[in-house]
């Protein structure tokens, strides 16, 4: 019975030590494990020399073309990790021919001082912040802008190579040239100067001198669009030019 016993509290002294390597080694595992995966994304997140380089390189550039109300943000991509560069004592970055810091673009990185010269680029973005007009709710190709049609809010000017039209006098009268949806910045390519009369129709000219302004009704010789020239024949016969405006008269300075 005693020999029973002890030979019971070895088998259990055995199990329990067994048990207790294979709960250490599990555990083991699984903080080498932890500490493997986190050691790989802090290599794959962390910024390599050139992005670095690329990083201070734009903060000096973009604050010398720095534009007023406008917050700059810069993101800096990453090389292609198949790339292999050669060591190398001194990079140069710079703006490759054809491309400009705003938007979507690339910076080139060149090796002017190593062994092996190497050239290679750096996907970049350059977004603006600030102020302009964006479309209130859906409007349709064609559509003349009203001062209800768009309100003011931050948008990235660098989003589209397109110009903003950060004031309401550069898109109020003019013409959609295809639909626009609710919160999208009026850009130059999204309007068209607005024909407001056809050739023949009866329109308001007022003619302007020093110091005088003389309004007569005429009849338009040619189609009348906001802000370029139109011929118009007054009731005495005169032909006159002069440019279109909104309210669909012709201002002729005298």
Sequence with gaps: MKQSRQLLFICLSFLRSRWLALRMSWRTLCVCSAFMV?????????????????QQWLAAQTQQMAVENLRLDVEVGALDPRLRLAPCNRV?????????????????????????????????TVRAWGSAWVIKGRVASGTVLGPDDAMLAEVDWAANDSPVLATQDQWLGLTTTRPLETGQALRRNM????????????????????????????????????????????TNGNILTGIVQPDRSVGVTL
Excluded at 102 to 107: F, H, I, L, Q
């Design 38 to 54: 986190w050691a790989a994304v802090a290599e794959t997140h962390a910024p390599s020399a050139e992005q670095s380089l690329t």
């Design 191 to 234: 309007v068209k100067a607005s024909q407001v009369f056809a050739a023949g129709a009866e329109v308001r000219v007022r003619a302007m001198g020093r110091g005088f302004v003389v309004t007569t009704s005429a009849q338009a010789l040619s189609a009348g669009v906001v802000g370029q020239s139109a011929r118009v024949r007054t």
């Design 92 to 124: 140069e970055p710079y703006v490759p021919p054809g491309n400009r810091l705003w938007g979507r673009t690339r910076v080139g990185l060149r090796c002017v001082e190593g062994a092996t010269r190497w050239n290679v680029f750096l996907p970049v």
